[in-house]
């Protein structure tokens, strides 16, 4: 399914990998490490990921494959887990947010929506902190899996990004939102990183058949995943904005089937990037 590259062109590099142990996220590590390229597994279960740590390491013995305990949606957990990892020593060269959530109703131990600090508060905290590590990298890079979903979204109503004390119901809209928020991220950190070997990228993995709709009811996910794209076709874009060398000199950028497109006009808004920055700072500050 995946275009082979030279079986190990990625040896000696290491791959972050948020939401690892299933769809998208899985099949992207799978194939990073059929490349020779390293992998942080970064997943809430390490009794959902062993299996895929283990499939990994039996197929691929060369390749140094590891678990590193991550709730993105949880902020203590996200300070945790980067500060064990930076602690280590370890290098970074690519960092990849993948995990993603939607359809929920809960709050996070943060007070956040679930699914607005699952898809874009951890993911930004995350990066922050794990930052000076990847500019250590040759060429480092970060890849937010956003979604052509974002080109829905008309305006972003900011009282999203404040603690609340009820939870209430976040649906398909909260989740293009949030896509936009992926995108405006990578963007806004491209112009901070301006000059420096970090590049960043965002992207649309297609409409993939994942488990990111499992507080759906059954018979829905089941039939809007006979449209969807399997997991494995879902890295494939991915996998191009995480490894391919012409996107060396490329920053701030999206993609879509493995090709730059143009994302929506709001996404391209600069000032609206900015405020989305500023404000979700004083967020995870205040927690």
């Known amino acids: 399914m995946f275009h082979q590259e030279n079986a190990t062109d990625l040896e000696g590099r290491t791959f972050f990998v948020t939401g690892a142990n299933s769809g998208?996220?899985?099949?992207?590590?799978?194939?990073?490490?059929?490349?020779?390229?390293r992998v942080v597994l970064a997943t809430r279960s390490e009794e959902r990921t062993r299996p895929v740590l283990t499939g990994i390491q039996s197929r691929y013995p060369a390749v140094r494959a590891q678990w590193v305990s991550l709730d993105v949606s949880d902020l203590g957990s996200v300070r945790r887990a980067a500060?064990?990892?930076l602690a280590?020593?370890?290098?970074?060269?690519?960092?990849?947010n993948n995990?993603?959530?939607?359809?929920?109703?809960?709050?996070?131990?943060?007070?956040?929506?679930l699914t607005y600090a699952t898809n874009h508060i951890g993911p930004f905290l995350l990066t922050s902190l794990l930052l000076p590590r990847v500019r250590e990298a040759p060429q480092g890079r970060v890849v937010n899996v956003a979604s052509g979903a974002h080109m829905m979204v008309k305006r972003i109503?900011?009282?999203?990004?404040e603690r609340r004390a009820a939870p209430k119901r976040s649906g398909f809209a909260d989740y293009t939102v949030t896509k936009l928020m992926n995108v405006l991220h990578a963007k806004e950190l491209a112009r901070r990183l301006a000059g420096t070997r970090v590049t960043t990228y965002a992207l649309h993995p297609g409409a993939v058949a994942s488990n990111i709709w499992r507080a759906l009811p059954?018979?829905?996910?089941?039939?809007?995943k006979l449209f969807m794209l399997s997991n494995e076709e879902g890295a494939e874009t991915p996998l191009y904005c995480a490894t391919a060398p012409e996107l060396a000199t490329t920053t701030g950028r999206y993609y879509d089937r493995r090709r730059e497109v143009s994302p929506s006009p709001l996404a391209e808004d600069e000032a609206l990037a900015k405020e989305l920055w500023a404000r979700t700072e004083a967020a995870v500050g205040r927690s």
């Open 24 to 37: 998208i996220g899985r099949a992207l590590v799978e194939a990073l490490a059929a490349r020779g390229g």
């Open 99 to 113: 995990a993603g959530i939607a359809g929920t109703r809960a709050l996070t131990k943060d007070g956040f929506d």
């Open 218 to 224: 059954r018979p829905l996910q089941w039939f809007g």
């Open 88 to 96: 280590s020593g370890q290098p970074i060269d690519v960092l990849v």
């Open 157 to 161: 109503d900011w009282s999203v990004l």
């Open 83 to 85: 500060q064990a990892f």
